[in-house]
């Protein structure tokens, strides 16, 4: 089954330098800041435990300041004794950012701010110094891989059918802050061009490989590659290079284009805030085939039958079906949800 | 709202039940400035089979934050780290960076130090509460990883032991140094074994023809996989094709192009880890030399005999003479003897064997079989080469082409070449 109302869990990896994040149990909805800090600028190592005449492992206790804690030039981050007091100050305005098993400390002024928004509606299931969870029930179609960071936005058409290829012709800056969907392709014109006209993201059967190296590197992989910088978001739902969108799937995406969407990009998923009844979308799609030559995936037609062992043109022989004509090589066929 | 972190939130959190991602285990690499610490440290990755995401040196200049910020995205399973007695708080710097990065991750990630163990013991302890364990020996630590692997993975593990198996049966059953080359879909595997038992190991992980073959791309680049290709394709398109079947790992090629374009994925893997082999200070050399090179997996299970050869000769490139058998079904058959050889200018190759005598001038670049069944006695006049062997069902391999092979840059002199290599050797269906 492609879609399903479901109860997911979303994980947002935070970034080092984590200064506000939401607690245990809080509701949020998608696109709400769930964590918030700074970027590290030149970090500077102070003696800590030494300074004070300490034992490094007593410093946790005379603190001032919790790690992670921002503060100004010149606050008091430790201090030790009374009439002869020791202390040990902060020496820019910055944070705090570790303390050592030596009793050292590592303090660091703030570079950039930065946020970490939620994908889904729902409550914070899990909240730590590297993560939030946030756990809610939403329409979700998985997908195959994601690029760029985690897109919130509203849903809409850029595609009159699951066949076509998104044409950059038809972005424009209205469309920002949308999540778009394609059909069969989306090519790295279609991609830049969206990122340039402030579309949130964009989904659709596939991207071009080659594209999406142009556009976020070639150390990426058919994994994906989750990112937090400011580059677009693409969730391809099949393959790489052209899928169609079977009807299955590419129905329920124009039904429910409107409605409030996320894309987060570690799970490669496609969120959609609408009601359980909204519509019958939870059909079981066709299988998918991968081409004789690699170069493609599309959706298989119905009524296949098994044809045994056969030999094929790259001399290799193989259990197979036989669909429409077609041979095929039964591991060459796979279910639209299948994890891969 | 949680207002920063408190004190003790960023080292002390509550560990949780330990089980791994899926997948290999990735593991992240810390070292001395020493070249030589990196490649004791990376000889135990590649032993153990596990994917290295990241190696760090203490002499980094990147700034503490950034390196625990490369940590923390590389989501390591596990911290290999390596001391030595002297020089025991190089690394200190590092694990603090462990510390901030990899703390709160579930589940958290292992440290594994080797080395002096007094220095080990105590970069261990200093990691808490990231578990940390010593090793004494890289044989233990490799073991240790491997039971890590094993633990809590539900995917099939990599066929190290197996392979490593092998090559230690043929090397004992041949009397000589055996190479054994397992090409699978995310795990390629260049076992030396010695007639003693002593093993040479590069495990490299995740390189393959599938799961693995989009890792090989971004390792080497589209285009050391393209070179390897018989007719003409752009790299735009390669790239989909490459993706797609990382994406699809049991997938079944079904066109001659699409098994080109697995031979040359399996090239260009093994080629990688010789090259990760090197870079470990491993005995490549000895593995080119090896007098019998055994082929299994993906490698050994091309419908052609002459596919595993090609593709083994290419990627292997051995330095002298070598038997080369691949596994069918359970047991290993002889494709045939690969001949190497670099003459001056021509040389002239004769072959004895039940059948009469053979003879057979070669000039610089020749590359061509000879029918041969049996044993077989062979000399070269001007190239140094001689020996008695046992051909194969495709005869013996003569390979004038040089080390290493060059290849043509243009498509327009490489295409041909390719194509005249493949046809000699009969190894691609028309």
Redesign the interface.
């Known amino acids: 089954m492609a879609w399903r109302y479901a109860r997911w869990t979303a994980e947002h990896?935070l970034?080092?330098?984590?200064?506000?994040?939401?607690?245990l149990g809080?509701r949020v909805r998608a696109g709400d800041v769930i964590g918030a800090g700074a970027?590290?600028g030149?970090?500077v190592?102070l003696a800590g435990a030494r300074r004070l005449g300490i034992a490094a492992a007593d410093l946790?206790r005379l603190?001032r300041v919790?790690?992670?804690?921002?503060v100004v030039r010149g606050t008091v981050l430790a201090r030790t004794g009374r009439r002869f007091a020791r202390t040990l100050s902060a020496p820019t305005d910055g944070r705090l950012?570790?303390?050592?098993?030596?009793g050292d400390l590592?303090f660091?002024p703030a570079a950039a701010r930065w946020i970490v928004r939620s994908t889904l509606d729902g409550e914070v299931v899990r909240?730590?110094?590297?993560?939030v969870a946030v756990a809610g029930a939403a329409w979700g179609l998985s997908g195959?891989?994601a690029y760029g960071p985690d897109a919130v936005g509203e849903l809409a058409l850029g595609v009159d059918a699951p066949t076509d290829e998104l044409q950059p012709s038809r972005l424009d800056v209205r469309l920002g802050g949308r999540i778009l969907v394609g059909g069969a392709r989306i090519a790295a014109e279609a991609i830049t061009r969206a990122h340039a006209c402030a579309i949130a993201g964009l989904v659709a059967g596939a991207a071009?490989?080659?594209?999406l190296?142009v556009v976020y590197g070639?150390?990426?992989?058919?994994?994906g590659s989750a990112t937090r910088d400011d580059s677009p978001t693409v969730l391809c739902l099949v393959?790489?290079?052209t899928a169609p969108l079977p009807r299955e799937v590419f129905a329920p995406l124009a039904a429910l284009a409107g409605s409030r969407a996320a894309i987060h990009a570690s799970s490669a998923r496609l969120f959609v805030f609408a009601p359980a009844d909204a519509g019958d979308f939870a059909q079981d799609a066709p299988d998918l085939t991968?081409?004789?030559?690699?170069?493609?995936?599309r959706p298989l037609a119905n009524g296949r039958a098994t044809a045994g062992e056969a030999r094929?043109?790259?001399?290799?022989?193989?259990e197979a079906l036989r669909c429409g004509g077609e041979v095929?090589?039964t591991?060459?066929v796979?279910p639209f949800d299948a994890e891969? | 709202?949680?207002?920063?972190?408190?004190?003790?939130?960023?080292?002390e959190?509550g560990q949780t039940a330990r089980t791994l991602s899926r997948g290999p285990v990735g593991a992240v690499l810390l070292h001395a400035r020493e070249g030589r610490t990196r490649e004791a440290v990376l000889r135990v990755a590649l032993a153990a089979g596990v994917e290295v995401r990241s190696s760090i040196a203490a002499a980094d200049g990147r700034?503490?934050?950034d390196l625990?910020?490369q940590l923390?995205d590389a989501h390591p399973d596990v911290v290999i780290a390596r001391v030595d007695r002297a020089k025991g708080d190089e690394l200190?710097t590092l694990v603090?960076a462990v510390?901030?990065?990899c703390?709160?991750?579930?589940p958290m990630p292992h440290l594994f130090v080797l080395g002096d163990a007094r220095a080990a013991a105590t970069l261990a302890?200093?990691a808490?509460p990231i578990p940390g364990e010593t090793f004494a020996t890289d044989a233990d630590a490799v073991a240790a990883l491997r039971a890590l692997r094993r633990r809590d993975d539900e995917t099939p593990p990599p066929r190290a032991e197996e392979t490593e198996r092998a090559a230690r049966n043929i090397a004992s059953l041949a009397g000589t140094d055996t190479l054994v080359v397992d090409v699978g879909g995310m795990a390629t595997s260049c076992v030396l074994a010695r007639p003693a038992g002593e093993i040479v190991a590069v495990h490299a992980v995740p390189l393959g023809v599938g799961a693995g073959?989009?890792?090989v791309v971004?390792d080497g680049?589209i285009d050391r996989v393209r070179r390897w290709l018989p007719t003409p394709i752009d790299?735009?398109?390669l790239?989909?094709?490459?993706?797609?079947?990382?994406?699809?790992?049991?997938?079944?090629?079904?066109?001659?192009?699409?098994?080109a374009?697995e031979m040359a994925l399996a090239r260009e893997a093994i080629a990688r880890a010789l090259l990760d082999g090197a870079a470990a200070g491993l005995d490549v050399t000895g593995m080119r030399a090896a007098p019998v090179v055994a082929l299994g997996g993906r490698l050994a299970a091309f419908?052609?005999a002459a596919q595993s050869l090609i593709v083994a000769v290419d990627a292997v490139e051995p330095s002298g003479l070598a038997t080369i058998i691949r596994e069918r079904a359970g047991t290993y058959e002889t494709v045939a003897v690969v001949a190497p050889l670099w003459p001056r200018r021509s040389a002239v190759i004769r072959l004895r064997h039940a059948g009469g005598e053979t003879e057979q001038r070669v000039a610089r670049g020749g590359f061509f079989l000879m029918p041969a069944k049996g044993r077989v006695g062979l000399t070269a006049t001007g190239a140094n080469l001689r020996g008695t062997v046992e051909a194969g069902g495709l005869g013996l391999l003569v390979d004038a082409r040089g080390r290493p092979v060059d290849l043509p840059q243009r498509d327009a002199e490489r295409i041909p070449t390719l194509a005249r290599w493949h046809a000699a050797v009969s190894a691609l269906?028309v």
């Open positions: 990896a970034p080092i330098g984590v200064a506000e994040r939401r607690d809080t970027t590290a030149n970090v190592r946790a603190l919790s790690v992670g804690s921002e950012m570790h303390l050592t098993a030596d590592y660091a909240s730590d110094d590297a993560c195959l891989a071009p490989a080659a594209g190296r070639n150390a990426i992989t058919a994994a393959g790489f290079g991968l081409a004789g030559d690699y170069g493609a995936v094929f043109a790259s001399e290799v022989t193989a095929i090589p591991a060459n796979m891969r | 709202m949680t207002v920063s972190t408190g004190p003790r939130a960023s080292v959190l700034s503490f934050v625990a910020q923390r200190a603090e510390r901030l990065g703390a709160a991750q579930r302890t200093r808490a073959a989009d890792r971004a680049g790299a735009p398109a790239l989909e094709r490459v993706f797609n079947r990382a994406r699809w790992p049991d997938a079944v090629p079904t066109s001659p192009g699409a098994l374009l419908p052609r269906p």
